[in-house]
């Protein structure tokens, strides 16, 4: 049995690793997204699209498993918090911008 530190760790530890999965997924399913300043496109032999399909739900089928197991508890999260948790990072990157711009600085 896993103690609360332990526990918790791997909460995170799989958390992080079922997102990576999602975007993996996400990638993988989406072929192109047009950004302003990038561009994504996957271009993968069906073959091979398949197969990293089923690996993702591989990991993502023992990660159920391993959570079960454990009695992992699952996070709810509010959509626009992540949205509010996310902006502050992004408007300090534009204004850092905008100083270096501004100064002249390169």
Known sequence: MLNKDQKRGLTIA???VEENMQNIEHIL????HKGIL?????NIAPEIKE?????VA????RIKIISNLFALEKEYREGLRKIFGILPSCW?????????ICSGNS
């Open 51 to 55: 197969e990293m399909l089923k690996r």
């Open 58 to 61: 591989f990991v993502k089928d």
């Open 92 to 100: 300090e990157i534009i204004e850092n911008v905008s100083v270096t």
């Open 14 to 16: 799989l958390r992080v």
């Open 29 to 32: 399913n989406s072929k192109i």
């Open 38 to 42: 990038y561009d994504t496109n996957c």
